[in-house]
């Protein structure tokens, strides 16, 4: 007999990213102890959701529209859009700890209560997101994965792309930026596949960041590494 499923309910997905890193610091967990709580979207993983009921969106803070950040790694980014776009909603997904007390820290010293926390899988809360509910992504410096065996594990792949694109209203943007030339490759080739138009009509428009960046520490490590960034949009169509 083939079990697929977890006695929870949940569906057994491999997950190969890292939950914990390095000891977190007293400070760190204090922070997560603190404030990770009352930045929660909502009723997201299995054992508070078994029956994987729908967010309530217009629950969330957010006025104009609602944006997620898949991997927010140590949170420079989303803090700085929490700021520029205050009548926005945001959702950040990473499940490394580590980087979660990172973005709490950075939280504490500004003013971003439009901002929500997912502490784990990306797919969980896709799961639980309504049908065209979100009006932007951001996937930055995404784990490369280099090796060929392992490409199966990034997260342009349809096991993502697909619960991803159920989410997204018509005319959304996916914004993705790595260094990776064959994670590039690979999400020119798979995003399209999925429902999304490739926005594009010019080098400058890979190669130059969008209107509002902010180069997160991963891209300064890229660039003193000799890496070129890309940065790709995409509609969905």
């Known amino acids: 007999m ?3 499923r977890h006695p929870s309910g949940a569906p057994w ?19 997560l102890d603190e404030d990770l709580d009352a930045l929660s979207p909502g009723p997201v993983g299995w054992d508070v959701n078994p029956d994987r009921t729908e967010l309530d969106v217009k629950a ?47 939280l504490r010293k500004v003013s971003a209560p439009n901002v929500r926390v997912h502490p784990g899988d990306a797919r969980d809360l896709l799961d639980v997101l309504p049908e065209a509910s979100v009006g932007r992504v951001y996937l930055l410096y995404p784990d490369p994965w280099p090796k060929a065996r392992h ?3 990034r997260f342009v ?31 020119l080739e798979e ?13 400058a428009d890979w190669r130059a960041p969008w209107d509002g ?15 070129v960034p890309h940065y790709l949009r995409f509609r969905r169509q």
């Open 13 to 31: 997905r491999n997950f190969y990213g890292r939950f914990k890193g390095k000891a977190l610091r007293r400070t760190q967990e204090v922070l």
């Open 60 to 106: 969330l803070p957010g006025t104009r529209d609602l944006w997620l950040e898949i991997g927010f790694g140590g949170g420079e980014h989303l803090a700085h859009i929490a700021v520029a776009e205050p009548d926005v909603g945001l959702i950040g997904c990473e499940p490394y700890l580590n980087g979660v007390a990172m973005l709490l820290a950075k």
């Open 213 to 227: 960046w902010i180069s997160t520490r991963y891209e300064q490590k890229a660039l003193r590494e000799g890496r």
């Open 151 to 153: 490409h199966r594990r």
């Open 157 to 187: 792949t349809p096991e993502h792309l697909e619960p991803l694109a159920r989410v997204m209203r018509p005319g959304a943007e996916l914004r993705v930026a790595t260094d990776i030339e064959d994670y590039v490759r690979q999400t």
């Open 2 to 4: 083939i079990i697929d």
């Open 191 to 203: 995003v399209p596949r999925c429902g999304f138009e490739w926005l594009a009509e010019a080098p």
